[in-house]
């Protein structure tokens, strides 16, 4: 698999508010998958994640993740990138609250509920279409 930096275009394609799936493994091994938000930030991906769930129990475990993009206008085109996640608290909700924005155009509304942000450094990626 190609290694960063990614090429413009596929930049291009990170930088909108695409559907996307997270995948993170279990601690028994198995892969888990889970729709997600995510910002192209720089060279890195931000993701932030519920403090209650159990994706944030298995990211805690084993911080390799998957993240596939879906072009929004042709699922037939995609992004995945893989890579390692570090984990900081989201104690103001600025990380969701971005997050919220580039998808809603709104700040996100649960605001009682803790949440984690989670830096995705890409360390590899596959692209089809």
Avoid: F
């Amino acid at each position: 698999m190609p290694r960063p930096p990614l090429p413009a275009k596929y930049v291009d394609l990170l930088k909108k508010p695409n559907p996307a799936v997270m995948a993170t493994v279990r601690p028994d091994g198995m892969p888990v998958t889970v729709a997600t938000w995510y910002l192209w930030d720089d060279g890195r991906i931000l993701l932030n994640l519920d403090a209650r769930r159990k994706r944030l129990e298995h990211v805690r475990a084993n911080p390799r993740v998957s993240l596939t993009v879906l072009d929004g206008d042709s699922w037939y085109r995609h992004i995945s990138v893989q890579g390692t996640v570090t984990l900081e608290p989201d104690d103001d909700l600025s990380g969701i609250d971005r997050l919220a924005q580039h998808y809603t155009n709104k700040p996100y509304p649960d605001r009682k509920h803790p949440r984690i942000t989670a830096w995705l450094t890409i360390e590899s990626y596959h692209v089809w279409g």
